[in-house]
C-alpha cells in the first residue's frame, strides 16, 4: 500500500503563486508516477499535471500550462504543484495521486492511490 498526504492548501487573491506538496509512504517503490488532479464544485474531477518518478517525463493540462510547474523530491518521497498566476477558475480540490506505471493516461482511474485532498481557493 501506499499512502498519500497533501499539505494544507489555502485562500489566496487572483495573480497570486501557492505551492502544494503530497508526500508519499508505504511501498513507495512501487510508484512510477504521480499526479495532481482538481475538482471544483459542481465539476468532474479533471486531470491537472503528473510527472513519471524516475524519467521525469512530465504532463500538464492545456489549463494550467505555463502558470503550473510539478516536480518531485525522490529523497523525499514527495511531489509538489507550484502554482503561478492562479485564477478564480483555479478553485477546487486539489488531490494527489499515483500509480505503478508510466503513461500519459490521464484517466483517473489509472491511478490506484489517492490523498484526502486539499482545498484552494482563488478569490477574484
Known amino acids: 500500500q501506499v499512502q498519500l498526504v497533501e499539505s494544507v492548501g489555502g485562500l489566496v487573491q487572483a495573480g497570486d503563486s501557492l505551492r502544494l506538496s503530497c508526500a508519499a509512504s508505504?511501498?513507495?517503490?512501487?510508484?512510477?508516477?504521480m499526479a495532481w488532479f482538481r475538482q471544483a464544485s459542481g465539476k468532474e474531477r479533471e486531470f491537472v499535471a503528473a510527472?513519471?518518478?524516475?524519467?521525469?517525463?512530465?504532463y500538464y493540462a492545456n489549463s494550467v500550462g505555463g502558470r503550473f510547474t510539478i516536480s518531485r523530491d525522490n529523497a523525499n518521497n514527495t511531489v509538489n504543484l507550484q502554482m503561478n498566476s492562479l485564477q478564480p477558475e483555479d478553485t477546487a480540490v486539489y488531490s494527489c495521486?499515483?500509480?505503478?506505471?508510466?503513461?500519459?493516461?490521464?484517466?483517473?482511474?489509472?491511478?490506484?492511490?489517492w490523498g484526502q485532498g486539499t482545498q484552494v481557493t482563488v478569490s477574484s
Open positions: 495521486a499515483a500509480r505503478n506505471y508510466i503513461s500519459d493516461d490521464r484517466r483517473a482511474n489509472s491511478y490506484d492511490y
Open positions: 508505504g511501498r513507495t517503490f512501487q510508484i512510477l508516477t
Open positions: 510527472i513519471s518518478w524516475r524519467a521525469d517525463h512530465t
